[in-house]
């Protein structure tokens, strides 16, 4: 291929000359491996440059290298004009300048909107026609020239990612959504300076990227100017203007600026100096981590009511939803070491995915891992009872199961031709899966050495962009592990390793422990990687450390041992699979003294459930049960609830679970009861009110939420009465105008607007939940995507699915609509709120009818399909299972 590029374009003589001059040179084998290098790199600049990419939608890795190749030195300076009213068009202007490399061809400009929001088009101070095809803005090349030019645009800025609300409104624009708002060269390899103005109504505040220049005033309206930005990827332009609240602190040395709308005062005390403190830890452990300060110009910070991320990473204006941020007195440890994850991972991400950007969304999850990865070492610093290892196995292992098992699994690093698709690939491997990856890679490399790796990643590539292979060329001479085969399992493909042991006892000693494994799809594939296998008798448990480099290893230092009472795989939580569990295991569980080995058998327990050995879900439900009282750990204990609803609602068929709900309401009472930790009380409290289903069980909800009396020992908030509310509603309890006084109660009004759009789904009349479902065919009914996903859950509720199977179909026609209209997690979610509940062969065929249908239906959203059905036919095949015993 080679050859033939070079052929083509006249080099081949010349390379065929330096090659027969080199032959008796010292270090041929250099100056050929460079000779091709440059060459290549010659060549691939040549065919990039000279070869038009055809005008698509979308933004293609065509259209990116071309972009990439020719363009430098971009800026971007921009004007919008926010009227008071939401329904009331955007008047923007905007000036690009660029450096050109290559005049000859066309150059295309991505906007994602209507031709008629285009109002003039000047390019080097000479107005053109517009020429507007496939959301691209052509510019001719008879109007461009090499080196500097301006291209100026008067436009009506696009709605889709600005977010409006009626008091407010912000950008979100990842991964490739700057370009629905305003024309951009929209890839994250050609990055930019921005100098944006605002001009918005007087008694609003605004946010942005870049420290504030200055401000007028005029006729009711006022016109922030910014000063330049940092030079940053597109995805990571922001602003958000409205009525919101500042706060100005100054944490360690550095001036930090907090907007909000929240109006509850005790929620403001209790988590203000927590979120400001938070802060100055993460930048603080970043910066001597890194051993690179803050690299951008300033530091602030925004809460917005149902945001539809956790947080998003923009340079000088990070986003949060407001509810992650905001906790009060009754707040768990729990939701007080999330939001301390999510501010250090938001933190982490100013130098990982900001600094240093992915060349192409390919690699998304290079900037996603590191803040995680990082989010979780901070954390353990910045609250020091965080039991790090832990949060970071009932975090990340569970999550990275439930699509890691599924015949929808994708791997880490995923290909993408078109950025148009790059929201499809964030998820649960990126999230969840990725940080174990690294944890491994960690551990196999040593600490400091991949300390160093990542610091000299960091600096090479600061400002700039890299790719994974970049930065696997810089760890790989720190290690002596293979890293192009470790790399290609655990990075480049799905699923995972299960385990199987073989012991052999002699007069009551281990003779031989044989561990093998092989891919859950029944692949001969191996997962290189250390884990923990726990020997655990009455007075003592000895773990030996398994260096798994082989399909089938001897576990070392356990010839000899005394036979144990059971065996407890991936005891410190640290490996990777499915492990095997000791038919011994389960009725000694809750004597385990490490709350890691614990939840790491609750994990196994629950895998092997799934896939149907080992454990029936009966069996593992009255497991749990019976551990309701002697399980202390919260973390332990929210793991452990939080599998037995799933097994009550979704592997419990209906009269199975009416014969057993009585008694396990019971057993969570008492539970609660004999609790003394606040924390544990709140969460088999919420369990309980999670499965109640006898009428006393609701009435006695019933009488705690109107009489707002918490149990003793137990603090709930205006938001767990509101859930409360709901929970009674969808049970259809006979109580006059429940939710209508649940609304009068709220004071918060984004909070009250929530609970208004979410009324229809929670109605006892099946028509008004009918209409409430249609009105979601139409996008701006799915501008809320939280308050959509929320009263998704309620529509097809367990309870419900009787009369909201008829929504299946038509909520699986829409996925593709949705993908287009919705930001990046809402696709996924949305199949997995409508189709979570769902148990019957009935609806398990809905799905696989509807992919027969779409034989050719797009790759990522099938995948997505697949994803979030897989408990719906597992559900379906294990209760078969359980009807045959």
């Given at each position: 291929?080679?050859?033939v590029?070079?052929?083509?374009?006249?080099?081949?003589?010349?390379?065929?000359?330096?090659?027969?001059?080199?032959?008796?040179?010292?270090?041929?084998?250099?100056?050929?491996?460079?000779?091709?290098?440059?060459?290549?790199?010659?060549?691939?600049?040549?065919?990039?440059?000279?070869?038009?990419?055809?005008?698509?939608?979308?933004?293609?890795?065509?259209?990116?290298?071309y972009?990439?190749?020719?363009?430098?030195?971009?800026?971007?300076?921009?004007?919008?004009?926010?009227?008071?009213?939401?329904?009331?068009?955007?008047?923007?202007?905007?000036?690009?300048?660029?450096?050109?490399?290559?005049?000859?061809?066309?150059?295309?400009?991505?906007?994602?909107e209507?031709?008629?929001?285009?109002?003039?088009?000047?390019?080097?101070?000479?107005?053109?026609?517009?020429?507007?095809?496939?959301?691209?803005?052509?510019?001719?090349?008879?109007?461009?020239?090499?080196?500097?030019?301006?291209?100026?645009?008067?436009?009506?800025?696009?709605?889709?990612?600005?977010?409006?609300?009626?008091?407010?409104?912000?950008?979100?624009?990842?991964?490739?959504?700057?370009?629905?708002?305003?024309?951009?060269?929209?890839?994250?390899?050609?990055?930019?300076?921005?100098?944006?103005?605002?001009?918005?109504?007087?008694?609003?505040?605004?946010?942005?990227?870049?420290?504030?220049q200055?401000?007028?005033?005029?006729?009711?309206?006022?016109?922030?100017?910014?000063?330049?930005?940092?030079?940053?990827?597109?995805?990571?332009?922001?602003?958000?203007?409205?009525?919101?609240?500042?706060?100005?602190?100054?944490?360690?040395?550095?001036?930090?600026?907090?907007?909000?709308?929240?109006?509850?005062?005790?929620?403001?005390?209790?988590?203000?100096?927590?979120?400001?403190?938070?802060?100055?830890?993460?930048?603080?452990?970043?910066?001597?981590?890194?051993?690179?300060?803050?690299p951008?110009?300033?530091?602030?910070?925004?809460?917005?009511?149902?945001?539809?991320?956790?947080?998003?990473?923009?340079?000088?204006?990070?986003?949060?939803?407001?509810?992650?941020?905001?906790?009060?007195?009754?707040?768990?440890?729990?939701?007080?070491?999330?939001?301390?994850?999510?501010?250090?991972?938001?933190?982490?991400?100013?130098?990982?995915?900001?600094?240093?950007?992915?060349?192409?969304?390919?690699?998304v999850?290079?900037?996603?891992?590191?803040?995680?990865?990082?989010?979780?070492?901070?954390?353990?610093?910045?609250?020091?009872d965080?039991?790090?290892?832990?949060k970071?196995l009932?975090?990340?292992?569970?999550?990275?199961?439930?699509?890691?098992?599924?015949?929808?699994?994708?791997?880490?690093?995923?290909?993408?031709?078109?950025?148009q698709?790059?929201?499809?690939?964030?998820?649960?491997?990126?999230?969840?899966?990725?940080?174990?990856?690294?944890?491994?890679?960690?551990?196999?490399?040593?600490?400091?050495?991949?300390?160093?790796?990542?610091?000299?990643?960091?600096?090479?590539?600061?400002?700039?962009?890299?790719s994974w292979?970049?930065?696997?060329?810089?760890?790989?001479?720190?290690?002596?592990?293979?890293?192009?085969?470790?790399?290609?399992?655990?990075?480049?493909?799905?699923?995972?390793?299960?385990?199987?042991?073989?012991?052999?006892?002699?007069q009551?000693?281990?003779?031989?422990?044989?561990?093998?494994?092989?891919?859950?799809?029944?692949?001969?594939?191996?997962?290189p990687?250390?884990?923990?296998?726990?020997?655990?008798?009455?007075?003592?448990?000895?773990?030996?450390?398994?260096?798994?480099?082989?399909?089938?290893?001897?576990?070392?230092?356990?010839?000899?041992?005394?036979?144990?009472?059971?065996?407890?795989?991936?005891?410190?939580?640290?490996?990777?699979?499915?492990?095997?569990?000791?038919?011994?295991?389960?009725?000694?569980?809750f004597?385990?003294?490490?709350?890691?080995?614990?939840?790491?058998?609750?994990?196994?327990?629950?895998?092997?459930?799934?896939?149907?050995?080992?454990?029936?879900?009966?069996?593992?439900?009255?497991?749990?049960r019976?551990?309701?009282?002697?399980?202390?750990?919260?973390?332990?204990?929210?793991?452990?609830?939080?599998?037995?609803?799933?097994?009550?609602?979704?592997?419990?068929?209906?009269?199975?679970?009416?014969?057993?709900?009585?008694?396990?309401?019971?057993?969570?009472?008492?539970?609660?009861?004999?609790?003394?930790?606040?924390n544990?009380?709140?969460?088999?409290?919420?369990?309980?009110?999670s499965?109640?289903?006898?009428?006393?069980?609701?009435?006695?909800?019933?009488?705690?939420?109107?009489?707002?009396?918490?149990?003793?020992?137990?603090?709930?908030?205006?938001?767990?009465?509101?859930?409360?509310?709901?929970?009674?509603?969808?049970?259809?309890?006979?109580?006059?105008?429940?939710?209508?006084?649940?609304?009068?109660?709220?004071?918060?009004?984004?909070?009250?607007?929530?609970?208004?759009?979410?009324?229809?789904?929670?109605?006892?009349?099946?028509?008004?939940?009918?209409?409430?479902?249609?009105?979601?065919?139409?996008?701006?009914?799915?501008e809320?995507?939280?308050?959509?996903?929320?009263?998704?859950?309620?529509?097809?509720?367990?309870?419900?699915?009787?009369?909201?199977?008829?929504?299946?179909?038509?909520?699986?026609?829409?996925?593709?609509?949705?993908?287009?209209?919705?930001?990046?997690?809402?696709?996924?979610?949305?199949?997995?709120?409508?189709?979570?509940?769902?148990?019957?062969?009935?609806?398990?065929?809905?799905?696989?009818?509807?992919?027969?249908?779409?034989?050719?239906?797009?790759?990522?959203?099938?995948?997505?399909?697949?994803?979030?059905?897989?408990?719906?036919?597992?559900?379906?095949?294990?209760?078969?299972?359980?009807?045959?015993?």
């Amino acid at each position: 291929m080679l050859i033939v590029e070079l052929r083509q374009e006249g080099y081949f003589l010349a390379l065929f000359v330096l090659l027969f001059c080199m032959k008796n040179i010292k270090g041929l084998k250099s100056g050929l491996l460079l000779l091709a290098v440059v060459a290549t790199s010659a060549c691939n600049q040549k065919m990039i440059t000279s070869n038009p990419a055809p005008v698509a939608t979308g933004v293609s890795k065509a259209l990116a290298a071309y972009r990439k190749a020719v363009l430098d030195d971009v800026a971007y300076d921009l004007h919008f004009i926010i009227p008071n009213k939401k329904e009331a068009p955007i008047q923007a202007s905007e000036v690009i300048s660029f450096n050109l490399k290559e005049s000859s061809l066309p150059l295309q400009i991505d906007f994602k909107e209507k031709t008629d929001h285009l109002k003039q088009v000047k390019v080097n101070n000479k107005k053109i026609d517009i020429v507007h095809e496939n959301e691209h803005l052509v510019i001719p090349a008879k109007y461009l020239k090499k080196g500097q030019n301006k291209v100026e645009v008067q436009f009506v800025a696009g709605d889709l990612s600005l977010n409006r609300n009626e008091d407010y409104l912000y950008t979100l624009l990842v991964p490739d959504r700057a370009r629905t708002v305003f024309p951009v060269f929209d890839q994250p390899n050609l990055k930019a300076t921005f100098k944006l103005s605002l001009t918005i109504p007087e008694d609003w505040k605004a946010l942005a990227n870049a420290p504030l220049q200055d401000s007028t005033v005029s006729m009711g309206t006022k016109t922030y100017h910014y000063q330049n930005s940092d030079t940053i990827s597109t995805y990571l332009f922001s602003f958000a203007a409205g009525e919101f609240d500042r706060i100005s602190r100054n944490v360690g040395g550095r001036e930090m600026n907090f907007y909000h709308r929240e109006t509850d005062k005790s929620k403001l005390a209790e988590s203000l100096g927590p979120i400001f403190q938070i802060h100055g830890d993460a930048l603080a452990f970043m910066s001597d981590y890194t051993s690179i300060p803050y690299p951008f110009q300033k530091f602030d910070f925004i809460a917005i009511p149902d945001f539809q991320y956790g947080g998003m990473e923009h340079v000088g204006a990070i986003d949060y939803k407001a509810s992650t941020l905001f906790l009060d007195e009754g707040a768990t440890k729990d939701q007080k070491v999330s939001r301390s994850s999510l501010i250090a991972h938001e933190t982490a991400h100013m130098w990982f995915g900001d600094l240093v950007t992915m060349q192409w969304f390919n690699d998304v999850w290079m900037k996603e891992v590191f803040a995680n990865f990082m989010a979780d070492k901070i954390t353990q610093v910045a609250i020091p009872d965080a039991s790090y290892d832990l949060k970071f196995l009932t975090d990340h292992f569970p999550a990275a199961y439930g699509v890691d098992r599924t015949a929808g699994a994708n791997p880490v690093r995923q290909q993408l031709d078109n950025l148009q698709d790059a929201g499809s690939m964030y998820g649960a491997i990126i999230y969840h899966k990725a940080p174990v990856v690294m944890r491994q890679l960690e551990r196999l490399m040593g600490e400091e050495q991949f300390k160093q790796g990542l610091q000299e990643y960091l600096k090479k590539y600061a400002h700039g962009n890299a790719s994974w292979p970049e930065l696997i060329e810089i760890l790989d001479p720190r290690t002596p592990l293979d890293l192009a085969s470790w790399n290609q399992v655990w990075v480049n493909e799905a699923g995972r390793p299960l385990f199987d042991y073989q012991v052999e006892t002699e007069q009551g000693k281990i003779k031989s422990f044989t561990i093998t494994q092989k891919g859950e799809d029944g692949s001969d594939r191996l997962w290189p990687q250390l884990f923990e296998v726990a020997l655990v008798y009455p007075d003592r448990v000895q773990e030996l450390t398994v260096n798994m480099d082989e399909k089938e290893v001897e576990l070392e230092g356990a010839e000899g041992e005394a036979a144990p009472s059971f065996i407890l795989f991936n005891s410190t939580g640290l490996g990777y699979g499915v492990f095997p569990v000791d038919k011994q295991m389960p009725q000694e569980v809750f004597s385990l003294e490490n709350p890691v080995a614990r939840a790491s058998a609750y994990i196994n327990l629950y895998e092997n459930m799934l896939n149907g050995r080992s454990i029936t879900p009966t069996r593992l439900l009255n497991l749990y049960r019976s551990g309701l009282s002697q399980e202390q750990e919260e973390l332990n204990l929210k793991l452990m609830t939080g599998q037995l609803s799933t097994i009550y609602w979704d592997l419990l068929k209906p009269a199975s679970r009416e014969q057993v709900a009585a008694q396990l309401e019971q057993e969570l009472w008492q539970a609660m009861q004999q609790h003394t930790s606040a924390n544990a009380k709140k969460l088999l409290f919420k369990t309980y009110q999670s499965i109640a289903l006898t009428k006393p069980a609701q009435d006695r909800l019933y009488q705690i939420w109107k009489k707002q009396q918490a149990p003793a020992g137990v603090k709930l908030t205006e938001d767990d009465y509101t859930s409360l509310a709901l929970a009674l509603a969808v049970r259809d309890y006979p109580a006059n105008n429940l939710l209508g006084e649940q609304l009068a109660r709220i004071q918060n009004p984004d909070r009250k607007k929530r609970l208004e759009f979410m009324l229809p789904a929670l109605s006892a009349d099946e028509q008004q939940r009918d209409t409430f479902f249609a009105s979601l065919k139409k996008p701006e009914n799915r501008e809320k995507e939280s308050w959509v996903l929320a009263a998704l859950g309620y529509l097809h509720h367990p309870l419900r699915t009787a009369t909201s199977e008829k929504y299946l179909r038509e909520s699986l026609d829409l996925l593709e609509e949705i993908q287009l209209t919705g930001d990046i997690f809402f696709p996924y979610s949305w199949l997995q709120t409508t189709f979570g509940s769902y148990q019957s062969p009935e609806a398990a065929q809905t799905v696989r009818t509807f992919l027969k249908e779409h034989p050719n239906y797009n790759p990522k959203l099938k995948a997505k399909i697949l994803q979030a059905a897989d408990g719906l036919f597992r559900a379906e095949k294990l209760l078969e299972g359980e009807e045959r015993l």
